[in-house]
């Protein structure tokens, strides 16, 4: 496991980086988009409602007008909350079927042994792969030793040691679920 080894992991975690960077970005450009319209609407609503509290605050204590206008400010950011939220699951749903079209694309192949060196490289020789069946042709062909598992995933592997006390997983849906709670993180920060 040379220079070569590890440049073709180092090239395909850069590749992974910038897919996963492209589709964030316009992820973040459609989020950005939709908070802003939604910050216009909420920012509108919360007005009306403030103008509405302080009318009827002439009537009431000043106690009831903080409570209405707390209520209101409440019920305006669950609002929004819950418009970024479907917003997310909905943009994360676009990039798994993205990354599923890339696994039934022609380009996946390459992909996957590069995955594959990789993970022979962290794991040493006599390393076992779990993927999907389809996979397993690419793989072996490869030289690579793969188990009799049919891994259920969008793509990528499993893999594991010789004495299967260590493994590494490198299904897309593993990658996209280490990566999706720092962006679900970084999305809700900016959204308030």
Same mark, same amino acid.
């Given at each position: 496991?040379?220079?070569?080894?590890?440049?073709?992991?180092?090239?395909?975690?850069?590749?992974?980086?910038?897919?996963?960077?492209?589709?964030?970005?316009?992820?973040?450009? %459609?989020?950005?988009?939709?908070?802003?319209?939604?910050?216009?609407?909420? /920012?509108?609503?919360?007005?009306?409602?403030? %103008?509405?509290?302080?009318?009827?605050?002439?009537?009431?204590?000043?106690?009831?007008?903080?409570?209405?206008?707390?209520?209101?400010?409440? %019920?305006?950011?669950?609002?929004?909350?819950?418009? +970024?939220?479907?917003?997310?699951?909905?943009?994360?749903?676009?990039?798994?079927?993205?990354?599923?079209? *890339?696994?039934?694309?022609?380009? *996946?192949?390459?992909?996957?042994?590069?995955?594959?060196? @990789?993970?022979?490289?962290?794991?040493?020789?006599?390393?076992?792969?779990?993927?999907?069946?389809? /996979?397993?042709?690419?793989?072996?062909?490869?030289?690579?030793? +793969?188990?009799?598992? /049919?891994?259920?995933?969008?793509?990528?592997?499993?893999? @594991?040691?010789?004495?299967?006390?260590?493994?590494?997983?490198?299904?897309? $849906?593993?990658?996209?679920?280490?990566? $999706?709670?720092?962006?679900?993180?970084?999305?809700?920060?900016?959204?308030?």
């Amino acid at each position: 496991m040379g220079a070569e080894a590890l440049t073709g992991a180092e090239a395909l975690l850069k590749e992974l980086e910038q897919k996963k960077a492209n589709g964030l970005s316009a992820v973040e450009h %459609e989020f950005q988009l939709k908070m802003k319209e939604l910050t216009e609407q909420t /920012d509108r609503k919360i007005a009306e409602m403030e %103008e509405n509290a302080k009318k009827e605050a002439v009537s009431k204590s000043f106690e009831e007008s903080s409570r209405i206008l707390g209520s209101a400010k409440l %019920e305006a950011k669950r609002k929004l909350f819950d418009a +970024t939220e479907k917003m997310m699951n909905s943009n994360l749903q676009l990039f798994q079927q993205a990354l599923h079209d *890339y696994a039934e694309g022609e380009a *996946y192949a390459d992909s996957l042994v590069r995955i594959a060196k @990789y993970a022979a490289k962290r794991l040493g020789r006599g390393m076992v792969i779990s993927c999907r069946m389809k /996979d397993k042709r690419i793989l072996e062909g490869k030289g690579f030793k +793969t188990s009799d598992e /049919d891994l259920q995933c969008i793509g990528g592997i499993i893999a @594991y040691d010789s004495t299967r006390n260590l493994s590494l997983d490198l299904r897309f $849906e593993e990658l996209l679920r280490i990566k $999706e709670e720092q962006v679900r993180a970084e999305i809700m920060e900016k959204a308030h």
